[in-house]
């Protein structure tokens, strides 16, 4: 078994970061106004990498912290709750926005390209109401997860609009409470769903103190799981097949670029010390449970409602509402483990990983994982608990090599308290066929683009 890494909670790296520029939907972490989050760190990412060095950055400061080398400029902005994104190889990006949160604003596609290369969207084309969390672009389709459905539109690299109307790959998924918010990714010819959990932990009454656990879970007939289906019209939810079970949340979802492997980035529960008082103190709360970095793989079980991972121990243990005491194991022996063990609370709501060559050699094949920041640290001093950009270096298997290190930050800004006053919180990254990165933020709409303007060796 691969080792698995975690942070501790000290070894936060807003302090080894220099700046390259100068200068929900309910109560779950599904990257609405009520995300996850906690504390941790990562190790350092302000050296030059490759000789990159300070350099002058073209344009306004958009107001990142990045590493030495390293420019962003602000591709759009307030385009609405901007989630997931998907490019097509001639360039063009398409943003799914997400209804408003009172329903309000039912959310579309909005499209964007930047003929001149300057990193500024100067052409938008919006369409597609409702729109959704989720969108994957293949072979002159585009899929769009919406709350309920996924549809694929015809839409020929090129293109920004659809050329025809779209097609209902599957409808009727359940939605509503902690987590209803879908997203797609591929696997093979097929297309992977994630359908998270209804509730925290699958308690009798979610969220209540010392409200017992449900066993068996009545939600893992239908949620806390990816689906899988095959990519034709007119299925229900009934007509695909369970690929990972026992998952609460994985909106950060994605399949490797080389390898066709599925990962993804696990969003872990909430309220140990809330809902347990006796048994967790708030320092606990703070570090537990981790956000879980894997490898997805058909018929693996991660476990929850039963069990949460402990970074400090290093292992999944048995969940308070089963009876748990903080050490027990129990039936969690045979829970999946994270390759690597994220700062609890974070929210990870996007992950891409990096096949281009525009960036330091260092970066290629790693994964860059978008956090949505902390709910629970309204008043932070010092370090932000998420709200960033994270690099996990990986092997070619997807294996980490490495332990995480902040990438990109400084998208909270300074209002307090957090998230309401935070300027913008990310959600999804993704790579241009030019090698550099696009970050999506939902609270203020922006998309930026991420480009390294040192020196290659």
């Not at 975690?6 to 520029?21: D, H, P, Y």
């Not at 981790?290 to 058909?298: H, I």
Request: aromatic share 8%; net charge negative; charged share 20%.
């Amino acid at each position: 078994m691969a080792k698995r890494r975690f942070f501790e909670l000290a070894m936060v790296a807003a302090a080894t970061i220099t700046i390259g520029c100068g200068d929900d939907d309910g109560n779950g972490d599904d990257g609405g106004a009520g995300a996850d989050a906690g504390s941790g760190g990562g190790a350092d990412a302000g050296a030059a990498p490759d000789g990159g060095g300070v350099v002058s950055c073209p344009g306004d400061d958009p107001g990142l912290d990045l590493p030495d080398g390293f420019c962003a400029t602000i591709m759009a902005t307030s385009l609405g709750r901007a989630r997931h994104m998907a490019v097509t190889p001639s360039g063009d990006l398409f943003v799914a926005v997400a209804p408003t949160v009172n329903g309000s604003d039912p959310g579309e596609i909005v499209a964007l390209r930047d003929a001149d290369g300057d990193g500024e969207a100067e052409t938008q084309e919006r369409f597609g109401e409702p729109g959704g969390n989720g969108i994957a672009w293949r072979d002159g389709q585009l899929y769009v997860a919406g709350n309920e459905s996924v549809l694929r539109y015809p839409l020929p690299d090129g293109e920004l609009v659809p050329t025809g109307p779209p097609t209902a790959i599957v409808s009727g998924l359940v939605t509503g409470a902690d987590h209803p918010v879908k997203s797609v990714a591929f696997a093979g010819d097929d297309i992977l769903v994630n359908i998270g959990s209804a509730t925290n932990s699958c308690q009798a009454q979610n969220r209540m103190v010392e409200s017992p656990g449900l066993d068996p879970c009545p939600e893992l007939d239908v949620r806390a799981a990816i689906f899988r289906f095959a990519d034709t019209e007119g299925q229900s939810q009934a007509d695909g097949e369970p690929f990972v079970v026992g998952a609460r949340n994985v909106t950060a979802l994605t399949t490797h670029p080389i390898t066709g492997a599925i990962i993804g980035v696990i969003n872990g529960r909430d309220e140990l010390a809330q809902d347990w008082p006796d048994l967790y103190t708030e320092e606990d709360d703070d570090r537990l449970p981790s956000e879980e970095y894997g490898v997805l793989a058909e018929g693996q079980d991660w476990g929850w409602p039963y069990c949460y991972h402990d970074p400090i121990q290093d292992r999944k243990v048995l969940a308070p509402e089963y009876g748990g005491d903080g050490t027990m194991v129990g039936r969690c022996e045979a829970a999946e483990p994270p390759l690597a063990a994220l700062p609890a609370h974070w929210a990870p709501l996007g992950i891409a990983i990096y096949d281009g060559d525009a960036l330091p050699e260092r970066y290629r094949g790693g994964a860059f994982i978008a956090f949505h920041g902390s709910r629970y640290e309204p008043e932070p001093e010092g370090d932000i608990p998420g709200y960033n950009v994270m690099f996990l270096p990986l092997d070619a298997n997807g294996t980490p090599a490495g332990e995480a290190e902040m990438f990109a930050g400084g998208f909270a800004g300074p209002g307090r308290p957090l998230p309401d006053q935070a300027e913008h919180r990310p959600v999804s990254v993704t790579q241009a066929p030019d090698g550099s990165l696009y970050v999506s933020s939902d609270k203020s709409g922006h998309v930026w683009r991420i480009f390294y303007a040192g020196q290659q060796d």
